[in-house]
């Protein structure tokens, strides 16, 4: 599954925001790339979204976006982080200064001073054109509705507000802010010098508050003057522990402190931090990955470490959760084998070695694909070229998820877990830039569709981004941008995917003006992407604490467009909508919703922001700095009031950073009572029936300005009477125009009762299922509800088997799972009979018994027939699986001739090591033949038909694995050749393997011609394998590049005769090392001593002995062959004569001991053989994965 995402674009600048560890960062274009403005994090460090690089991803709700790098924006810097309290900020390199960019639609925007100047004179319109609320209405313009109308209070008001410069800070570009969760007083700042052309950090500094950011105090020397930070850490569970992680450039230290910064520790580190990821619930336990890819753990918030596991996947390990485990600290992680494979592990922290480590997915997963999120752990695995997707609920065993049928799909990701159900969004074979919507039953195995062809986009990172969007605050409201004719149209739905419809756009624009648009031609769609970044406020908001009001920037039309974009609020829960700005705006939710605050996205800097006590009907305008002010972010006091907040930026391009505190308190009149709120009741389209239940919330009335203090919630909640429209259609069945739920053409409900077995019962489904969370009662409810029912007697059908990883080879010697799959029949009365074909066959009584497969270990490579026989008192089946059993193939090596003669058969073997492999596949290459010849048989034979050096190489396929090896042979009309043997030393240090043999046969060839004159042209001389050492002469003819002066036979029988001279005086030889001198002799006659050679015997006996069997020998190949030299084989082209030539079979390991073939005959046969038909040694070479050659000295021939 590949990368995920649901976010965009920023909605004004770069912006993180690290929930688990209470920061937000600010960083500009490109900085993310050193590392330092973004930080080193683990996913689930983010509410609910665990980042996903590559693999099975997965997205929280409200469609948070992955733990990406900081992405490049082509927006002003700007950036508001709602809810968690984290900033980090980053000016663009080299200036100090925003990156100031033209808005997305392209229209001219207003500078500050054009809107200043037009107050003064008194021609200001409200923001966009809306005429404000004094003004006339122009002639011959059409009827406004005023009551509908956005109104804006243009006359300013004055917010109180404090500034602080960070001193001395001006060169540093990064910031990184933490608003304390135990104290909000407290305030860090960590602000450092990232140098763009260093790649690093140079400077920080760390500045501490303790009144809410009015003062600050610098804390660089209780840190350590000469101390680089990189990052700040915060405990979610105790915010007063900070850790503080200094550079690893210069030290891998941390700091860490228990007093909320105050004071800090400094601690070693022997490794250096990529990311860390906090227990959620024990406040000291740590797990922190290196940037080597080791886990390590910490139970004393990283005072002191172990190691967990090496070669851990990035982001791929969880703390465990709590309800599906009973160990608080089970560690759930993805490793990677010494052979590249990926496995699912799980261990106790401070027991986490290999006996301890369990294994809860049998066998291998797709790399990069595990996901531990509320109680669900999911993996996927790739067989047959289809990934499949596996499910455990609550930690028991997995089980395959089950799609439609043929839904086939490409790419998974699970974007909520939330109320026991997954929401899974799943490319399918037939998309390409879309993605279906499913959800699942509980177990979150068995899926249905929800939406089809979601829009998707890729982000920066090429992670996927889905356009969906959780509404928060009220279960079962989604928005959705779905795909359809071309065009991209938002949906919104109110349960949970069973209901979706087009949004109704507004009836007036912001001066009141009617909106001519009409259902379904057109509609109000919304920008559903929140920010490339996970922890970035997103151009589209809601919160718990306020679950009527969403506001989102998005166009009135036919379609969803980038151009012409405006802001829109909606305060009944998407029901009707209001445009509210004809800009983009950041908006911020505060006292649990009650204020907005809006700030524009600009690159010019302001003073000003707008604020809204009536869900966004009327905005007053506020001024928050007298000086205007360059805007880099803003961060909103924790807790759930939130009504202070501190704006980040600064005056110039060159100046501090300027932090201001706004306290909106005074804006407020009291705190509100009673009487100050109103009921409004959840509905949809005037169904108030939401999720099978009727919620009343009660709001404060728009014209009270009261503080409201902590969020109730719902006034009350009623269920509802079930209807058809609380069910949805169960798996394996589709919604028909009629609205009926109907099986698929694919689907066999009686399927559902293939695990049953007589006597037993089993839910039939009706093909309704309830809306997961839905709370509506009686009514259709039993009805629609599956109702149990006795299990059938079933003969046995469609019965498989089938290997665990679906693959149809296994390995000798190892064990092969196979899974028994029966589609029906009554499982507990059944007898299965499994044959290995092996001579081993078992039988089981039941299925029940064999759920996790059965276990065999083959001894012998082959092709094995297995099959598989089911009864039961009502029929049987079976089934045939052909299992391919092999073992690695380890050495290749090609033996042939070195030379051969013009248009003479050669036969070339493939010798293997281990000679039993399996089923083989054999590519050859020969000559100058472009296309290879492809074989089940390891040995060819082929004819050279002109002279000179040829190449051939064979290539082994078994399995997964290939194999070759490479040879050089030479062709030639004639040669000559004769075997050498030499003194008995030299196999004291022949280890017998191929670059010594080709390193001898170097030197003896270079003895060769020193002792003998001849040019080095004529020689070729190859050592041969095992022992005693042989080797091969062979004289060559050659001829000049012209083509003239080629020896005749003549002059080679000369070179052969002045060669056999030299060696039968003793005038070659070598020496192999200082000491160690060779001689090489013609082993023309004999190849073994023929007597007795050792001290017991006489030596006069021995001499005497030899020297008449070396006359009687002389004297009869004299008779015999006339003036012919003995022990010179002459090879020539001859066409009337059958010629015989044998290959020897050289078989692994080389060590073994090689006898020529000269030692297999008695004397008189060798001279009774013509010397044509003498065998030729080979030469081998092992090669693994890669051609290689063994090429003996004839490189000039």
Not at 211 to 228: A, P, S
Request: aromatic share 8%; with cysteine.
């Amino acid at each position: 599954m590949g990368k995920v995402g649901a976010g965009g674009r920023s909605p004004a600048g770069l912006s993180a925001l690290l929930a688990g560890a209470g920061l937000l960062v600010l960083c500009a274009p490109g900085s993310c790339g050193g590392g330092s403005c973004c930080p080193p994090r683990h996913p689930s460090a983010a509410p609910r979204w665990a980042p996903t690089p590559g693999g099975l991803p997965h997205q929280g709700p409200r469609g948070r976006a992955p733990a990406a790098p900081l992405p490049q924006l082509g927006r002003p810097l700007f950036a508001v982080a709602p809810g968690d309290r984290a900033l980090c900020l980053e000016r663009a390199p080299g200036t100090g200064a925003p990156v100031a960019v033209a808005s997305r639609s392209g229209r001219k925007r207003r500078s500050g001073e054009d809107l200043e100047k037009a107050e003064r004179e008194g021609t200001s319109r409200s923001p966009r054109g809306v005429l404000r609320d004094r003004g006339q209405q122009e002639p011959g313009t059409p009827e406004r509705d005023p009551d509908k109308a956005t109104r804006f209070r243009l006359e300013e008001l004055k917010l109180t507000s404090t500034t602080f410069a960070l001193t001395g800070d001006s060169a540093h570009n990064q910031a990184m802010v933490h608003w304390s969760g135990h104290n909000s007083s407290v305030i860090l700042i960590l602000t450092k010098l990232y140098d763009y052309n260093l790649g690093s950090i140079t400077e920080s500094s760390l500045w501490r508050s303790t009144d809410y950011g009015t003062t600050y105090e610098k804390l660089n020397d209780k840190v350590g003057l000469k101390t680089i930070l990189s990052y700040l850490y915060v405990c979610p569970t105790n915010k007063r522990k900070i850790m503080l992680l200094t550079d690893p450039e210069i030290e891998s230290s941390l700091l860490i402190s228990s007093d909320e910064g105050a004071t800090y520790q400094k601690y070693r580190l022997n490794f250096y931090i990529q990311s860390l990821l906090f227990h959620p619930k024990q406040e000291d336990w740590i797990l922190a990955y290196s940037q080597d890819q080791k886990l390590y753990s910490s139970a004393e918030f990283g005072r002191r470490w172990q190691l967990i596991q090496e070669a851990v996947v990035p982001n791929r390990f969880y703390w465990s959760v709590m309800g599906s485990n009973k160990e608080p600290d089970l560690i759930h992680l993805e490793a990677r084998t010494v052979d590249g494979h990926s496995q699912y592990l799980t261990c106790r922290m401070q027991n986490c070695t290999e006996a301890n480590r369990n294994k809860p997915f049998p066998g291998y997963i797709d790399p990069d694909s595990l996901i531990v999120q509320d109680d669900y752990v999911f993996v996927q695995l790739t067989s047959g070229g289809r990934p499949h997707y596996y499910v455990s609920y609550r930690r028991n065993a997995f089980a395959q998820m089950k799609l439609p049928k043929y839904a086939l799909p490409k790419d998974m990701h699970v974007i909520s877990t939330d109320e026991n159900q997954v929401f899974a969004a799943v490319q399918e074979w037939n998309q390409n830039d879309t993605y279906n919507l499913y959800i699942s039953d509980t177990r979150g195995v068995y899926f249905t569709l929800a939406l089809e062809n979601v829009q998707s986009s890729r982000g920066p990172e090429g992670n996927v981004m889905i356009d969906l969007y959780e509404v928060a605050g009220i279960k079962g409201m989604f928005l959705a941008n779905k795909k359809t004719d071309n065009q991209v149209k938002t949906f919104i739905t109110y349960n949970k995917g069973r209901d979706w419809r087009l949004l109704q756009a507004p009836d007036t624009d912001l001066r009141g003006d009617p909106v001519h648009c009409l259902l379904p031609y057109c509609s109000l769609h919304l920008h559903l992407k929140v920010s490339e970044n996970p922890y970035t406020s997103g151009i589209i908001a809601s919160r718990d604490t306020a679950p009527s009001i969403i506001v989102a920037s998005g166009n009135i039309g036919s379609e969803l467009s980038d151009s012409d974009i405006s802001m829109f609020v909606s305060s009944d829960a998407g029901n009707t909508w209001r445009q509210i700005f004809e800009e983009e705006h950041s908006v911020l939710y505060l006292d649990q919703g009650g204020v907005l605050v809006a700030m524009k996205h600009t690159s010019l800097p302001i003073r000003h922001l707008w604020l809204s006590f009536d869900e966004g009907r009327s905005w007053s305008k506020y001024s928050f700095t007298s000086i205007p002010l360059f805007v880099d972010g803003v961060l909103g006091e924790p807790g759930e009031e939130t009504l202070i907040m501190t704006v980040f930026g600064h005056f110039s391009h060159r100046s501090e950073w300027q932090l201001v505190k706004v306290d909106y308190k005074s804006i407020f009149d009291r705190r509100c009572a009673e009487e100050d709120y109103r009921p409004w009741q959840l509905h949809s389209q005037g169904e108030a029936c939401i999720m099978g239940a009727k919620r009343i919330y009660k709001k404060r009335k728009s014209e009270r300005k009261c503080m409201q203090g902590k969020y109730a919630g719902a006034m009350e909640s009623e269920p509802c009477v079930c209807t058809e429209a609380d069910f949805d259609c169960d798996y394996g069945y589709e919604r028909h125009s009629n609205g009926q739920c109907l099986p698929a053409f694919w689907f066999n409900p009686s399927s559902l009762s293939k695990d049953c077995s007589l006597g037993q019962s089993y839910l039939n489904s009706t093909g309704y299922r309830k809306v997961v969370s839905n709370n509506c009662t009686d009514g259709v409810r039993e009805q629609y509800t599956a109702k149990p029912q006795k299990c059938p007697g079933k003969a046995p059908r469609g019965l498989r088997i089938v290997t665990a990883d679906g693959k149809l080879t296994a390995e000798q010697g190892h064990n092969v799972t196979l899974m028994v799959q029966l589609e029906e029949g009554d499982v507990q009365r059944t007898l299965i009979q499994v044959d290995f074909g092996d001579g081993i066959a078992v039988s089981y009584v039941n299925l029940s018994s064999m759920e996790d497969g059965i276990k065999h270990v083959y001894h012998n490579v082959g092709i094995f027939r297995v099959t598989v026989q089911v009864d039961n008192s009502l029929g049987s089946d079976s089934a045939v699986l052909y299992l391919h059993v092999t073992c690695p193939l380890e050495h290749v090596h090609l033996s042939l001739p070195f030379v051969t003669t013009k248009n003479k058969e050669v036969n070339a073997t493939a010798v293997l090591w281990p000679s039993q492999v399996g089923t083989l596949t054999y590519v050859w290459w020969y000559g100058n033949n472009t296309e290879p010849l492809i074989t089940l048989e390891g040995s060819i034979a082929f004819k050279f038909t002109s002279e000179g050096m040829n190449t051939i190489t064979v290539q082994v396929s078994a399995g997964n694995a290939i194999l070759q090896d490479t040879k050089t042979i030479a062709v030639y009309e004639e040669f000559r050749s004769l075997r050498l043997s030499f003194s008995p030393n030299l196999d004291d240090y022949n280890p017998d393997i191929p670059e010594w043999r080709r390193d001898v046969s170097r030197v003896i060839k270079k003895a060769l011609v020193e002792a003998t004159g001849v040019p080095a042209q004529h020689i070729l001389v190859a050592v041969l394998p095992g022992l005693p050492t042989a080797a091969e002469l062979f004289v060559l003819p050659h001829q000049d590049p012209t083509g003239e002066n080629k020896r005749s036979a003549e002059d080679l029988e000369q070179i052969s005769e002045l060669l056999i001279h030299k060696l039968n005086q003793n005038s070659v030889h070598f020496e192999l090392k200082p000491g160690v001198q060779v001689l090489v002799h013609a082993a023309h006659l004999t190849a073994a001593p023929l007597v007795d050679l050792t001290p017991t015997h006489s030596g006069s006996a021995m001499l005497m002995l030899l020297s008449v069997v070396f006359v009687g020998l002389a004297v009869f190949v004299i008779y015999k062959f006339k003036r012919k030299i003995p022990g010179i084989n002459v090879y020539a082209q001859m066409q009337n004569e059958k010629e015989r030539e044998m290959v020897s079979r050289v078989s692994h390991p080389e060590s073994r001991s090689y006898v020529p073939q000269t030692e297999l005959r008695r004397p008189g046969q060798l001279i009774d053989e013509k010397v044509e038909s003498q065998l030729i040694g080979s030469i081998s070479i092992v090669a693994e994965n890669q051609s290689t050659k063994e090429i003996p000295t004839y490189v000039n021939v």
